[in-house]
């Protein structure tokens, strides 16, 4: 007897429909993959986000605020998501996500919080901000954006993100990504998707971030 | 390659080993100029010998100061030198390159004391006051205490998050105070690594740490803009300068312990140079306030009193006193 306050898990689903004969996949998908996608947690691995430096710059205690940007801000508006995983593939709900850059001209705030934030990976590890391109830091060859990841049972992360439309990688961050001698992988580089809006063009850009495990 | 003699300027004599300054002469005042056959991006100099090591070029060239007198040209063939650093009595020295490789020289006989290996670049490279031992760590990595002639593994500090950003061992070389990525202080026995003391009142990550002549507190800089004195046995913050308006980048604390001269960065463009400031450490009081017209490449108070910087110019490297 089923007991049916017990929802059935998408992998139960699977193997049922497989079992009866009501399962159809779509060309080149077998059944293996059709369990990996149902339960991504179990068994399935993901290599580390690569470290970059931490920088002298980095501030505690920032808000937990993901917009960053504000009206009268200079520089293209920015939106950053990603999630956040061990490198067995699982959800770090709850993982702190820490990040801080420079504005459109370069310039770190110390002295507050502009462009800093705490933020607070949800339910399925997703966290988010709106900010603005960073512009050149003076010392820097590349635009950057520095985050310092944290999550029960990892290690902690210190890397930064790159965009593969800065100028610097000449259209080619895989070729080019040593132009900046900080930057130890192109993993870091990521590609950036303009979006038009009511407001103007915007910057999409995708990061995820993947602990390892203690 | 070779090293040209340094020239005296404004009529100081610069006698073996020491430049001396005639009493009415004003500080800062510029004292000789290096002229090095290859440009150098570093110098490091000892504190108690007239010794010095310069960087640059893919070539370490150790000369005598003050007159500036190439000792020994080192190739380093493709390696950079990312760190570089001189025992206080100059007995060795060393570099740290972008591939994480370590090497110690005997800065006598120009040989090499051992070769080891960090996990990548190096974030720090310090001798113990005595050059017995150096303190390195890989950048966001923690920090390995080698003894400086063999090499072999004394001690390591701690793993902070963001890994340790500066560091300084006491003068009688008992502790070591590192300043680390999560912004706290932390205070080791340098022998045993074992953690003594924790200080978090800082929200930045500290750029300088210096210890106090008696080794009892640890002075700490940082993008907070203050200088903060802390008890190097309870971790507490004794004291706190007034803010200043730039970061703290790097602290030196004067050979009699009266004194402490503090160089600037300047955050919106740390290749631009910003003043330095030697203050009373007793007062407060500034002693000196000082802007060089270039970013100094090296510094150091000399065991006998005098505080030299060294800034990078077209035609060599210019010797600053400023004590």
């Known amino acids: ?214 | 390659m070779s090293t040209r003699a340094l020239s005296t300027i404004a009529g100081l004599v610069l006698a073996a080993g020491c430049a001396t300054t005639p009493p009415e002469a004003k500080l800062p005042a510029e004292i000789g100029i290096i002229h090095t056959a290859t440009p150098a991006g570093a110098i490091v100099m000892a504190t108690t010998k007239p010794v010095a090591v310069t960087a640059g070029q893919h070539k370490l060239t150790v000369i005598s100061l003050p007159d500036g007198t190439e000792r020994r040209a080192i190739d380093l063939g493709d390696r950079s030198g990312d760190a570089l650093t001189i025992a206080p009595d100059g007995s060795s020295f060393a570099i740290g390159d972008h591939s994480g490789g370590i090497t110690v020289w005997n800065t006598e006989t120009g040989q090499v004391r051992f070769d080891f290996k960090l996990r990548r670049y190096p974030g720090l490279l310090v001798f113990s006051s005595d050059g017995t031992r150096l303190a390195t760590a890989a950048q966001g990595d923690l920090v390995q205490v080698l003894d400086a002639m063999t090499g072999k593994l004394v001690a390591t500090l701690g793993a902070p998050v963001g890994g340790t950003s500066a560091l300084a061992f006491s003068r009688d070389d008992a502790l070591i105070a590192a300043g680390d990525g999560d912004g706290a202080i932390r205070v080791y026995d340098a022998h045993t690594g074992t953690l003594i003391s924790e200080n978090r009142d800082l929200l930045m990550v500290p750029l300088a740490v210096a210890f106090t002549a008696d080794g009892a507190s640890v002075i700490a800089g940082s993008g907070d803009k203050v200088l903060t004195f802390i008890d190097a046995r309870t971790g507490k913050s004794t004291r706190r300068w007034e803010r200043t308006s730039q970061p703290v980048a790097a602290i030196e604390v004067s050979p009699d312990g009266k004194s402490v001269a503090t160089v600037f960065m300047k955050a919106e463009n740390m290749l631009e140079p910003d003043h330095s400031l030697i203050r009373e450490l007793s007062s407060g009081a500034v002693q000196l306030d000082w802007l060089p017209r270039a970013m100094p490449i090296g510094g150091k108070w000399m065991s006998d009193g005098r505080l030299l910087v060294v800034l990078p110019g077209a035609d060599g490297l210019h010797l600053w006193r400023l004590r």
Not at chain 1, 17 to 45: F, H, N, R, Y
Not at chain 1, 180 to 209: C, H, Q, Y
């Open chain 1, 1 to 214: 007897v089923e007991n049916r306050d017990v929802p059935l898990s998408r992998r139960d689903l699977i193997l049922k429909c497989a079992a009866m004969g009501a399962l159809t996949l779509a060309p080149g998908v077998s059944i293996a993959d059709a369990l990996a996608w149902a339960d991504p947690q179990k068994g399935a691995t993901k290599p580390p986000t690569p470290w970059d430096e931490i920088g002298p710059f980095y501030k505690r205690n920032a808000p937990h605020e993901a917009q960053l940007r504000a009206a009268g801000d200079k520089g293209l508006p920015l939106s950053v998501t990603g999630q956040v995983f061990d490198t067995r593939g699982q959800r770090l709900e709850g993982a702190t996500v820490e990040i801080w850059q420079a504005d459109d001209a370069g310039i770190y705030d110390l002295d507050g919080y502009r462009f800093r934030a705490a933020l607070v990976a949800d339910r399925t590890g997703t966290y988010g901000f709106e900010s603005i391109m960073p512009g050149h830091y003076p010392a820097r060859v590349c635009q950057h954006i520095h985050y310092l990841v944290q999550a029960p049972g990892c290690k902690a992360l210190t890397t930064q993100l790159y965009f593969a439309t800065d100028p610097v990688f000449e259209g080619d961050p895989a070729k080019n990504f040593r132009k900046d001698p900080l930057i130890e992988s192109a993993d870091l580089v990521r590609r950036v998707k303009m979006t038009k809006t009511a407001a103007g063009n915007v910057a999409n850009v995708t990061f995820e971030i993947v602990l390892e495990r203690l």
